[in-house]
Structures are given as C-alpha cells and as structure tokens.
C-alpha cells in the first residue's frame, strides 16, 4: 500500500483540515460541486480499494467520480477540473508516541506545489494506521454519506469558517436523546462496557450491538439511528489518541465528536464522559 504521509505540527485535531490545508474559498467549493471526483486507489491488492469501490458506487452522488491510482493523482491534482478522496496516514507532532492514522480526505485540485497546499473540504479520521482495513471497510458508507452532506453545507456558507472543526457538529448533541446509538462491544471501555453500566449512567438508548447492525442499518438508513465511528490504537496501547464520532444513518449528520489523549485513566473507547457529554440537553 502507498498511502501518502501527512504530518500535522501543532494540535488540529478538532479540525477538518489536517495540518495547515486551506479551507476552500467560495469560487473553490464551486468548483468542486461541478468537477469529476476522483477516487485514489492504493498501489498493489488493497482491501480499501474493493472498500471504497463499493461504497463510493452505492453512496456517492454529489459528482461524477472515477477511479484513478496515485500516479494519475499526481498529473491531475492541479487542475480545478478534479476533485478527490484520498486516504492519507497522518501524525501530529503533539503526540510523543507519534501514533499514526489513516484519513479519508476530499481535496480540491489546484495549481499549487505540494498535496498540502490544496483545499481540504473535509477529512475524516478512518483508522489506526495498523488496524485491518476490514475493521472499518463496512463503515465507509456512512462516512462518504456525511463528506458530501459537509460539502453541501459549505457551499451555501463558506464565510461560517466555525463549520472547518468537527466540534461545530456538537451542536447536534442536544439531539441525541431522541435517537437510538449503535455501538460494537469492543468499543466501549471496560467501564461501560454492559447495558447495566450503560445505563447506570445514561438514561437514552443505546444498543451493543454485532457489526452486522451497523452494516444493515447504514443501507437501510434506519430511521433515528446514530452509529459509533471509533478510531485510536489497540486496547492495550496507552498512548495516542482516540477519536469518537456519532452519525446519523438516515440523515448523515454528525451528532458527536471528541478527541481525546489515551492514558491510563482515559483508556481508548467510549467512555463515562463521553455518556455525560452525550445526555445534555
């Protein structure tokens, strides 16, 4: 796999815009509402490009879109004519560990010298950059699903540059009690990993629930149902950081986000915390 490194060297973790990747202006985010979005395969046999194959066919509307290897990506990502989803492993100089994590990014072509120099109209966090891709492959979906809803939203206000921070969705969280969340045991931590603990500490519905849920329930845009999108490192590691997002699978809105730093006392996962910022109304 070739995916291409992107090192981040001051804490932009609330944000869309991995490291200092311009927000598109107004005449930019034109432009990619009438390009040809271009999906970046990996080199070689990857599980992501059967992943994201699927999932752009089925999902992906807002464009026209094809499918291209990162060769051709570097002789197109100049011309305004493009966009592109490209999946890139990042780092953040912040992070002594220096834990590394695969974004799934939608860029704007531009004549500028360097990938990080193009407009970044979101990137979302997929995964631990080790972790198989088969652990969050059924995912991509209802993350292409929300890409394209955040890409409408800025086209209609690109001066409400709050709307660059995956944190501008927390507005939604007052939201949350009137939706069921769907989240996989091993996403949990061990503190509230049972629906007794759950719901010594939540009063709204959650459900643990296999991966196949999620799956059904992002195809089938179950009504008034939010899914768990986690990343951060193994269990066992106590360093990184950990990623928490809720989003809608019938409206593919964002309704959570919070990142955190994993430590002993905040070990990866869901946790009391994240329940109590989670019930506010």
């Known amino acids: 796999m070739n995916r291409i490194p992107v090192i981040v060297f001051f804490l932009a973790l609330p944000l869309l815009l991995t490291g200092q990747a311009p927000f598109p202006n107004s005449a930019e985010i034109k432009q990619f509402i009438s390009s040809t979005t271009c999906v970046v395969l990996e080199d070689g046999t990857s599980p992501y490009n059967v992943f994201i194959r699927r999932a752009v066919e089925e999902y992906w509307t807002i464009t026209p879109y094809e499918f291209i290897s990162s060769s051709v990506f570097e002789t197109r990502r100049t011309d305004p004519a493009y966009s592109f989803i490209i999946l890139t492993e990042t780092s953040f100089d912040r992070d002594k560990s220096k834990t590394a994590y695969n974004f799934l990014n939608l860029l704007q072509g531009k004549d500028v010298g360097e990938m990080k120099l193009m407009p970044e109209i979101c990137a979302i966090p997929l995964s631990f950059a080790d972790e198989e891709d ?127 730093l994993i430590d002993k006392a905040n070990p990866r996962g869901l946790l009391p915390a994240d329940l109590k910022r989670m019930g506010k109304t």
């Open 134 to 260: 088969l652990e969050y492959g059924y995912k991509l979906g209802a993350l292409l699903l929300f890409a394209q809803k955040h890409a409408r939203m800025i086209s209609e206000a690109t001066s409400l540059t709050g709307r660059r921070s995956l944190r501008y969705y927390n507005k939604n969280i007052p939201l949350i009690s009137q939706k069921t969340i769907l989240v996989k045991q091993e996403d949990l931590s061990a503190s509230i990993n049972s629906a007794e603990k759950i719901k010594a500490l939540y009063k709204n519905r959650i459900e643990i629930v296999p991966e196949e849920a999620i799956m059904s329930a992002i195809h089938e845009k179950s009504p008034n149902t939010l899914i768990l999108h986690l990343v951060g490192p193994p269990e066992n590691d106590n360093a990184g950081y950990c990623f928490k997002m809720l989003i809608g699978t019938d409206d593919s809105e964002m309704y959570y986000y919070h990142q955190q």
